[in-house]
């Protein structure tokens, strides 16, 4: 994929006029018509969509385009279409390993904690220290941090635990394993057949439904949650809910940051938003 279809560069001017779609001349499919063209892939194939829905949806990013240039980074299903036409063939046992690869360690994701662990960072333990008599020593300072900082993590852990069950539930549900989430940084080995039922659904995917799975958990940094959106289980917000769990605790606690935070949730929203409605569109029943 050109690195334009990653970031906020523009290419070129706008060089049609009209946007349309047709039917593909194999009759497998559905084409975007710029003007009398046909839009062609970066490797200059025709781009060839399996849902007239899925077409007109492409064809609407390039109708937002304006004259003074071309906007890839505003068209995240011209990138997702591309990705399950050229790279998912070539690529699709690798990407498989890659997915599965992501079970053990970090099934549901959560960059800093994990269910079960208790961890702090060293802005809490400053906020209380400002309270600590300086004379006192070390012992006596940590004799009178540890409680508050135990009962911060362990209110933190409840409500992690509370929004995780359903979804750790759900994969033993569907797949007769629970996933176990471990309390070391480095994770841990999950029950073998687990990771061989999620490998089986991962083998049975078509292209887009595997590139559509591999972006959000790209996004995500979970499996879990990207196969809960597959099979229906987690909707856009639950999962961007599910993704921010770690984040959000941090930032009822110390606010938001504009410009920092703000922005990476927009960009989570985008992603997972677009990998989600490219997996609806892209289904033909």
């Not at 829905?53 to 068209?75: C, H, N, V």
């Not at 959106?229 to 999962?239: K, N, S, T």
Request: proline share 5%; charged share 30%.
């Amino acid at each position: 994929m050109p690195m334009s279809f990653m970031t906020g560069s523009i290419v070129g001017g706008r060089f049609y006029k009209k946007v349309t779609t047709r039917e593909a001349d194999d009759g497998n499919g559905w084409n975007v018509m710029l003007d009398y063209r046909t839009l062609k892939t970066p490797s200059k194939r025709p781009l060839q969509c399996p849902t007239l829905a899925l077409a007109k949806a492409i064809a609407a990013e390039w109708e937002f385009q304006q004259i003074d240039g071309i906007r890839p980074f505003t068209m995240p299903l011209m990138k997702l279409t591309c990705t399950a036409l050229e790279r998912v063939p070539l690529t699709r046992p690798k990407i498989i390993e890659h997915l599965t690869k992501k079970i053990p360690s970090r099934p549901v994701g959560n960059k800093e904690a994990r269910v079960g662990s208790i961890s702090w960072s060293s802005e809490k333990v400053f906020s209380l220290e400002q309270d600590v008599p300086p004379e006192w020593t070390e012992k006596e300072q940590a004799f009178f941090l540890l409680p508050h900082l135990l009962e911060r993590e362990l209110s933190r852990l409840k409500r992690q635990v509370e929004k995780l069950d359903p979804l750790l539930n759900w994969v033993e549900s569907e797949f007769d394993f629970k996933p176990i989430v471990y309390s070391s940084f480095f994770g841990g080995k999950q029950e073998e057949g687990l990771v061989e039922a999620i490998e089986n659904l991962l083998k049975k995917t078509d292209d887009c439904e595997l590139a559509a799975i591999d972006a959000i958990a790209s996004s995500a940094h979970s499996l879990v949650i990207a196969l809960g959106i597959f099979r229906g289980r987690l909707d856009i917000e639950q999962a961007i809910e599910l993704i921010r769990l770690e984040e959000d605790l941090q930032v009822d606690r110390w606010g938001l940051v504009e410009g920092g935070h703000d922005v990476d949730i927009a960009d989570l929203r985008v992603q997972v938003s677009a990998a989600t409605v490219f997996l609806g569109l892209s289904r033909k029943h």
